[in-house]
């Protein structure tokens, strides 16, 4: 049986740290324009699937687009497949 996306979600959610907690809620309440070096750390906890984007897309302070996890193509970063699979991989 294969596992749905929420139960993905569900399992990358609970394998997070208390930082990664953190950066995950200054990430889905869009807080892109906090100081720059927590806008790195969520940038890099996406890029290392520890934290998957927000279910909406959202413009930082600059303008930028961020998009949501549902826009970005399944399996690359931010998506909730993406994290998945990493957390997988590291538990294997």
């Keep these: 049986m294969a596992i ?3 139960a993905m979600l569900a399992r990358v959610l609970a394998a997070q740290d208390p930082e990664d907690r953190m950066l995950q809620d200054f990430i889905d309440n869009g807080c892109w324009s906090l100081e ?3 806008g790195r750390a969520m940038a890099r906890a996406i ?7 927000r279910d909406l897309s959202w ?3 600059w303008g930028n687009r961020i998009p949501s996890r549902t826009e970005v193509v399944e399996g690359t970063k931010g998506s909730v497949t993406y994290a998945y699979r990493l ?4 538990e294997d």
């Excluded at 890029?47 to 998957?52: F, I, L, N």
């Excluded at 957390?87 to 590291?90: A, G, V």
């Design 4 to 6: 749905t996306r929420k």
């Design 36 to 38: 720059g070096s927590i």
């Design 47 to 53: 890029e290392d699937g520890r934290c998957v984007l």
């Design 59 to 61: 413009n930082d302070y």
């Design 87 to 90: 957390l997988q991989e590291e």
